[in-house]
């Protein structure tokens, strides 16, 4: 928790672009970001660098930063799940591999979405029982996995249906390419999707 809190807030330049006469005029001003910070080494407001590793683990605890803003470089490999359950899009992929990859950051096992989800459906699991168990989302997913319809590792661990879902957010500029490009990228996901499946069924048969 001390290390997460002790982040120091980081330096944003912002460019302020307004008309002066007949042309364009930017001046240039700095805005503290104490809440959100992009992913990547930055200076902080006393000029001392703070490193990435630091934002992200700080991004995966309970504490601030709660946005953390990254380009494609973020979309392979780091883990956010912990502790979010949305995803951004500023500006959506050229395809839907990459699409499912930056949701995938926080589409994980145990992801928070489940955990939520877990909590407000299998809380009776842990009450009433005297003390405190060990681990409490141990005797959650196991109770969840005996209720599930099928038996497979997915559920509760991956997929865990309530209330609270990964959530996918894509600003809808006005004359901007997302406007059809999303279409387009949910359709090609679906069929990504259906391929993958049917993929595995024909391998499960063939084994």
Known sequence: M???LAIRPSQIDVDDVHVDGESLAISKF?????FAMRLADYKDEDGAVARLGG????????FRPFVLATTSVGQEGPDFHPYCYRVYHWNLPSNPVDLEQREGRVHR??????RLNLAER???AIRGGGRSPDDPWRLMCERARSEAPVD???????????????ERRVPMLPFSRELTRLAWLKRSLTQVEQLNWTK????????
């Open 122 to 124: 299998q809380a009776d």
């Open 30 to 34: 700095q805005m503290r970001g104490r």
């Open 55 to 62: 934002v992200r683990e700080a991004f995966n605890s309970p």
């Open 109 to 114: 096992f145990k992801s928070h979405a489940v």
């Open 200 to 207: 595995r069924e024909h391998f499960s048969v063939s084994h």
């Open 152 to 166: 497979t590792d997915r559920i509760p661990y991956w997929i865990y249906e309530g209330s609270v879902r990964v």
């Open 2 to 4: 001390a290390h997460a």
